[in-house]
């Protein structure tokens, strides 16, 4: 079964600080997704970046950027030079292809709770 | 633009009611997700559905049951509501095949109490 692991609960910085929030997956599959997904004080979710299992380059947008290593099961979400807009909760989440051609849902970590004080 | 509307956006319920949440997307995405999200916790796969008239169960569906008669549309019930069930919910919708790597897209959450 799949499994997603956020080990920081909860981060707090200074703002202008970088900050690199770290996920570790599990799965049996070869072909999957990982997402990110900020969840701000007012409670909707909002999806950042999603990738697939045959693509690790690295990507940037901004002041994000991720770090996709299969050898390590990881992908870790940097903030660069951030910004009291950034306090949220981010979830990594992992989806598995299925033989019906789509996901059956999400698997979510437990969430890091980033604080960026002024 | 709606997207995934989720009504309502509150609930009181008292222990052994019942009620359903309503969830419609326009996308005319196939698929389709109840999620749970309790206190300081990831999501959990409450049922999901690949297309009209299917639906599956996902990591925790007990004490709910859905349906899918339309595309648009995707309910969730509680038949009898217990303080167990008090979270927020989010119904969520997807690109079915290779564009599900798109990602999901979320409503704005119920959030449910049962007293």
């Known amino acids: 079964a799949q499994k997603v692991t956020q080990a920081q609960t909860e981060i707090s910085v200074v703002e202008k600080e970088d900050v690199t929030l770290d996920c570790v997956y599990e799965?049996?599959?070869?072909?999957?997704?990982l997402f990110w997904y900020k969840q701000p004080p007012s409670g909707e979710l909002v999806f950042l970046i999603r990738r697939n299992s045959f693509d690790e380059q690295n990507e940037i947008s901004g002041r994000y950027s991720w770090n996709f290593q299969k050898s390590t099961s990881s992908f870790n979400f940097t903030i660069t030079a951030s910004q009291v807009v950034d306090s949220a909760v981010y979830f990594c989440a992992l989806s598995e292809t299925k033989a019906r051609g789509g996901a059956d849902g999400l698997t979510f970590g437990k969430g890091t709770h980033l604080i960026i004080q002024p | 633009n709606a997207g995934v509307t989720q009504t309502p956006k509150f609930r009181i319920l008292k222990i052994g009611q019942s009620m359903t949440l309503q969830c419609t997307q326009d996308m005319n995405h196939n698929y389709m997700y109840w999620y749970r999200q309790d206190p300081g916790m990831g999501l959990k796969l409450i049922y999901y559905s690949v297309g009209a008239g299917i639906t599956d169960k996902g990591e925790v569906p007990n004490g709910y049951n859905v349906s899918r008669s339309t595309t648009e549309d995707f309910p969730l019930r509680l038949e009898l509501a217990a303080p167990s069930q008090t979270s927020v919910y989010f119904c969520?919708?997807?690109?079915?095949?290779?564009?599900?790597?798109?990602?999901?897209?979320f409503g704005q959450g119920t959030r449910l109490t049962v007293v």
């Open positions: 969520a919708s997807s690109y079915s095949g290779i564009r599900v790597e798109m990602g999901a897209f």
């Open positions: 799965t049996r599959d070869t072909t999957y997704y």
